[in-house]
C-alpha cells in the first residue's frame, strides 16, 4: 500500500507471492504429510485474501490469528528482516525441535519477532485475549508501563465463519463494544474469515452480515477476500478506522476453502460437486494472477514462473527440514511449561522498592536491587483476618508496582462480594482497580491481554463455581501459551478465587463449590490455598513475583468460610487471627506443620486446617499426639514436606475437604506411595456429590467428628499396638511457627 491508502503494483506482486507461498506451503504439508514425513496441519488454501489484512497493518501491531491464516503469516513475516516464513512453517509441519515459536510442539502460525502471538486451533478461545491486549495497550500507556507494543497498535484478531458463532467469540465482540462504549481506548479489529461451511456444516451466505453487521458500536466493513483490490482496500480502511477511532471493527473477510477441512477430510462425502466447483472458481491465487497481468505489473510468464520459482523453493526446503531433529526427551519437552527461578522469586517477593523503569529483563533487574527483607510499605502490624491480610497485601502490591492491575465483578467501588479489595479503587484509582462484566471469559481474556501487555494482572473470579464457566480461558490459552511459543511468549497472572464451603446459611452449590480437579492437572498452573492471614500475606505476594519473574499462571484459592473468621477453638479466643509480615516468604511447594507430635500427621489445607487442629487437640486429650501438616500448594505439591512429616510419624490421614472422587487427597497419598511411604495411610474426604442448601450441607461435607473418627482407626491397629507415648512431644496449637 502507498501513503493514503492508493493501491500500487508493488503491493499487488507482494499480495500475490505471499498467495503463492501460502499455497505451496499447504501443498508442501499435504505431501509431507501424505509420506508420513510430516504431521496433521490445517490448510489455508482459499482464504489467502487474509495477506491483504497484513498489508494493511504494521509489522509491530500484535496479530492473534486463525489457523487458516497462512497468507497473512507469510506477508508479515516476509516484511521483518531476518525471518524465512518459508522455513519456519515447515519446520512447524515436521514438528522439529528447531521450529522458531513452539520448538517442535505444535504448528502453529506465530513469531516472537514479527509480533504473531501463537493460537491453537481451540475454536475462539483466543478472542478474548486479543479484547484483552486492545485492552492493556492503551492502558500501559497511561500508567507508563512498558509494553513491548506502541501505544497506537491496532490488535488483529482473525477467525472462521463457525467460529463466530461460539459463545467465547460472542462475549468478547460484547466486552469490546461495551467497553468502547464507556470511552474506553479498544483498538481491536475482528476479521471474520468466512468460508460459508464450519467443518461439514454450511453457514448461511447472510448470517455474518445479519449477526454483526448491525450492531451499534462496532464498525462493519465487507471485503470479498478473493478479489486482490476489494480486499485491499477494504483491510486498509478497516485497520485505518481501528487506528484512528481506537474502537473496535469487524471486517467480513468473503473467502472459500479449497483442499477439504484438513489433512484427510474427504469433501466429496458432504459437498455437492457444483459447490465444490463453485469455491473452486473463486480461487483467489489465479484472481490475483489476473490482475497483475491486465493492469501490467507482470506478463503471464513472468506470473508462472515466479509461482514455479516459489514451488520449487518450498519443495527444496520441505526436503530439508524433514531431516531436522525432533524433540528427543520429556524434559525437553515440558522445559517451558513451568519454569522456576526460586531465587529470583524470593528477591522479588521481599523488595520494598519498585522495578527500575528501564527493566528489559525482570529476573536481572531484581537481581540488581539487592534489597533488604523488611516490610513493604505501611501494613497493619495487629493480629487480623484472613480477608484484611489479603486486602493489606493487595494494597502493598499496588503502592509498590505500577505493574499490577486489580480487577473483576463488583471489586472496585463495592469492594468485592466479600469485601476483600474494600477500599482499594478509592486509593489507588479506576484505572489500576476497576469492575469488569459479569463474564467470566472477559476477566480472564482482560487478564490474558494485559499479561502480554506488561502487566501483572490479579483478576477476581467471584466464586470457585465460576470459573468453570470460563475453564479453557486457563486450561487452552494461559496455560499453553508458554509451551507453544516455546516461552518466548508468557501470561504472568495472578487469578483470584474465592471458593470451597462451610459458607453458613448463605446459597449451596453455585457459592459453596469444592470441586478443584479441574484446576490441579492443568500442567504449569501454580494452585495456592492459604488457611490463615499471615500465610495467606506471603504466599499471595510470592504468586505476584513467581508470574512477574517466571511468568507463571497462579491460581489463588482462597477460602471463604475463613475470609472474616477469629476464632479458633472458642468463641472470643481470636486463635485464628495472625500477624502478616512483609518479611515472609512462601517458597512454592513448600508446606506448614503445625506441632510435633509423633503418632500421627494430619495432612489438610483451607478449611481442613483449623478443623485439623481442633481434632489434634481433642486427639491428645485422649494420649494420641498428631501434628497437622497445611499443605498450602496444591500444585505442585509439596512433596517433599509431607514425606519427611510422614516418615516422622508413620502414620498420615489427608483430611480433603474436597470431593472422593478427583479430590486432593487421592494425589497426596498417590504422591506418598510413588515416593515409597510404606507406613500407614488413609483418607478421609467429602461426599461425591453438589453442595446443598441448608443444613443438609452437613451430610455431604467434611467435617470434625469424620476426621477424629478416622484418626482414631488409623491411630488403632488390628495387633493392638498403641502410639509410641515416649515420642510424643506436644500437640499442635494456632501459634506454631511452622515451616
Not at 522469586?345 to 536481572?364: K, M, N, S, Y
Not at 467435617?703 to 498403641?722: F, H, N, P, Q, S
Request: proline share 6%; aromatic share 6%.
Amino acid at each position: 500500500m502507498a501513503p493514503g491508502g492508493a493501491i500500487t503494483g508493488t503491493a499487488c506482486l507482494e499480495l500475490f507471492e505471499a498467495q503463492a507461498t501460502s499455497r505451496h506451503l499447504d501443498l508442501a504439508a499435504r505431501r509431507l504429510g501424505k509420506a508420513r514425513r510430516g504431521f496433521y496441519s490445517i490448510g489455508s488454501s482459499g482464504h489467502e485474501g487474509n495477506a491483504a489484512v497484513a498489508a494493511a497493518l504494521r509489522v509491530t501491531d500484535p496479530a492473534l490469528l486463525h489457523y487458516r491464516s497462512g497468507a497473512f503469516f507469510v506477508h508479515r513475516a516476509r516484511r521483518v528482516p531476518g525471518l524465512d516464513p518459508i522455513r519456519d512453517v515447515l519446520l512447524g509441519v515436521v514438528a522439529a525441535a528447531a521450529d522458531p515459536i513452539s520448538g517442535g510442539r505444535h504448528k502453529v502460525f506465530g513469531s516472537a519477532a514479527a509480533d504473531v502471538i501463537p493460537q491453537t486451533s481451540t475454536i475462539a478461545s483466543h478472542l478474548p485475549r486479543a479484547v484483552g491486549l486492545a485492552f492493556a495497550i492503551a492502558r500501559a500507556a497511561r500508567l507508563g508501563v512498558a509494553s513491548r507494543w506502541p501505544a497506537d497498535s491496532v490488535v488483529v484478531c482473525s477467525f472462521g465463519d463457525a467460529s463466530a458463532n461460539h459463545s467465547t467469540a460472542a462475549g468478547a465482540i460484547n466486552a469490546a463494544i461495551h467497553t468502547a462504549g464507556r470511552g474506553i481506548a479498544m483498538p481491536v479489529l475482528f476479521v471474520c474469515e468466512d468460508n460459508g461451511i464450519g467443518i461439514s456444516v454450511p453457514t448461511p451466505p447472510e448470517w455474518i452480515e445479519q449477526a454483526y453487521g448491525s450492531r451499534p458500536g462496532l464498525a462493519y466493513f465487507h471485503a470479498d477476500g478473493c478479489a486482490a483490490l476489494d480486499a485491499l482496500t477494504t483491510a486498509d480502511a478497516a485497520a485505518r478506522w481501528v487506528r484512528d477511532h481506537r474502537a473496535p471493527a469487524f471486517l467480513h473477510l468473503r473467502t472459500v476453502r479449497l483442499l477439504g477441512h484438513a489433512g484427510s477430510d474427504v469433501e466429496t462425502a458432504y459437498r455437492r460437486p457444483a459447490d465444490l466447483a463453485a469455491d473452486l472458481a473463486r480461487d483467489p491465487l489465479p484472481a490475483t494472477a489476473r490482475l497483475l497481468v491486465e493492469s501490467g505489473v507482470a506478463t503471464p510468464a513472468e506470473v508462472l514462473d515466479r509461482y514455479a520459482e516459489l514451488g520449487r523453493h518450498v519443495a527444496a526446503t520441505a526436503e530439508l527440514v524433514t531431516a531436522e531433529p525432533k524433540l528427543a526427551s520429556a524434559a525437553a519437552v515440558v522445559a517451558p511449561i513451568a519454569p522456576s527461578r526460586p531465587a529470583l522469586v524470593r528477591a522479588d517477593a521481599l523488595r520494598t522498592g519498585p522495578l527500575p523503569r528501564d527493566h528489559a529483563d525482570t529476573g536481572r533487574a531484581i537481581a540488581r536491587l539487592d534489597a533488604p527483607p523488611h516490610r513493604n510499605g505501611a501494613a497493619r502490624t495487629d493480629p487480623t483476618t484472613l480477608a484484611q491480610a489479603i486486602n493489606d497485601t493487595l494494597a502493598s502490591l499496588l503502592q509498590r508496582d505500577r505493574d499490577v492491575l486489580v480487577f473483576g465483578e463488583d471489586v472496585g467501588r463495592k469492594g468485592g462480594v466479600y469485601g476483600v479489595t474494600k477500599g482499594l479503587q478509592k486509593t489507588f484509582g479506576a484505572r489500576r482497580v476497576f469492575d469488569t462484566l459479569l463474564d467470566e471469559q472477559s476477566v480472564l481474556g482482560t487478564a490474558l491481554g494485559a499479561a502480554l501487555a506488561g502487566f501483572v494482572p490479579i483478576p477476581e473470579i467471584q466464586y470457585l463455581a465460576y470459573v468453570h464457566n470460563a475453564a479453557d480461558q486457563i486450561r487452552g490459552e494461559a496455560a499453553t501459551l508458554s509451551f507453544f511459543s516455546d516461552g518466548r511468549y508468557r501470561n504472568p497472572m495472578v487469578v483470584r478465587i474465592a471458593g470451597y464451603a462451610y459458607q453458613k446459611g448463605f446459597g449451596g452449590h453455585f457459592h459453596n463449590d469444592n470441586s478443584v480437579a479441574a484446576l490441579r492437572d492443568i500442567p504449569g498452573v501454580v494452585l495456592a490455598s492459604p488457611s490463615r492471614a499471615d500465610d495467606a500475606a506471603a504466599m499471595l505476594r510470592t504468586c505476584a513475583s513467581a508470574a512477574r519473574v517466571d511468568g507463571r499462571v497462579c491460581l489463588y484459592l482462597e477460602p471463604i468460610a475463613l475470609y472474616h473468621t477469629r476464632d479458633l477453638h472458642h468463641p472470643g479466643d481470636d486463635g485464628w487471627l495472625a500477624r502478616p509480615s512483609a518479611a515472609d516468604h512462601v517458597e512454592i511447594g513448600r508446606a506448614r506443620v503445625y506441632g510435633d507430635g509423633a503418632d500421627l500427621t494430619l495432612a489438610c489445607f483451607a478449611n481442613g486446617v483449623p478443623m485439623s487442629l481442633r481434632v489434634a487437640r481433642r486427639l491428645a486429650r485422649r494420649g494420641f499426639h498428631a501434628r497437622v501438616l497445611d499443605l498450602r500448594w496444591l500444585a505442585p505439591l509439596p512433596v517433599d514436606d509431607l514425606l519427611r512429616h510422614a516418615h516422622a510419624t508413620g502414620r498420615v490421614l489427608v483430611a480433603d475437604e474436597t470431593r472422593r472422587s478427583g479430590g486432593v487427597s487421592e494425589a497426596v497419598c498417590t504422591a506418598l506411595i510413588d515416593a515409597g511411604f510404606t507406613g500407614r495411610l488413609a483418607r478421609v474426604a467429602g461426599e461425591d456429590s453438589f453442595v446443598p442448601l441448608g443444613p443438609a450441607a452437613a451430610t455431604v461435607l467434611l467435617d470434625e467428628d469424620r476426621i477424629e473418627a478416622a484418626a482414631l482407626r488409623l491411630l488403632g491397629d488390628e495387633t493392638g499396638v498403641r502410639p509410641r507415648r515416649a515420642e510424643a512431644r506436644h500437640s499442635p496449637e494456632f501459634d506454631s511457627a511452622g515451616e
